[in-house]
């Protein structure tokens, strides 16, 4: 097999007939061996139903489906897990991954065998609210502050990679990830190439700003310790100059005590999120459960 397309789908249904079209030709016009592996990831519509009869009619088309919905990483760590080709692709089934911009990054990979990678990253942001601008901004700005990981702003899962990347990422033991860091950290050389995402057809985007907060404070908490240091840092003139206060005034004002309690329950809160990282992975649940499988022998 030349290449694998992975596509993590929740609720697609109505979207998948026309993708899987418009990449087939795609992919037929380059005359190369390839599979397309759908991974419905809990959906609640007919989007299983849609990939059993797309199989059906191109065998080309294989497809996973989860017992439930366990998340956009663990729909793709599953389709890495289940490829088998040389190059992988990953691409969203709503339309907005261009087919025609998957085959120039797999041209472009081919032709440079210095590279094993190539992801898209968006150029234009314009058809998000400024709100949302802002904030993905501010996460990139900030993880590339205190993270050894370093992500370039509007990198995407839309990317195209040989085996080798593939066979480091799904090595990795760790239960929660983040695959846009877990990129970063494998290493190997990557290209990185601007995009205009396509407009949606159907739907709306599944990504509501309680999900990217989420996602992103995920994302900060699996490639970076350093606000877990900071604290142990701040907490030594913290605690000097509460044992001046009381030394020299004899009492400790109220607003030493407010700012005390108040940089507690900040810290407090910042371990909770890293201990509940820690507990996640030390159940040792898998990050997936598949209900059935499509088209593999």
Known sequence: MKLSVVVPCYNEAASLEQFHKSLSEVLQKEKLSYEIIMVDDGSYDDTTQKIIELNNKDKNVKGISFSRNFGKESAMLAGLKFTSGDYIAIMDADMQHSPDKLIEMYRKLLEDPNYDSICAYKSNRSDESGLKRTLVAIFYRFNNIISDVKLLPGASDFRVFKKDVKDAIIALPEKTRFLKGIFSWVGFNTIYVPYTPDKRIYGKTKWSLIKLLRYSLGGIVSFSTMILKLMGVISIPLFIAGLLNFVLLGNLSNRTILLFI?????????????????????????????????GFK
């Open 262 to 294: 108040s940089i507690l329950i900040l810290w407090l809160g910042i371990i909770a999120v890293y201990i509940s990282r820690i507990y996640s992975n030390i159940l040792g649940r898998p990050c997936y459960i598949i209900k059935k499988e499509i």
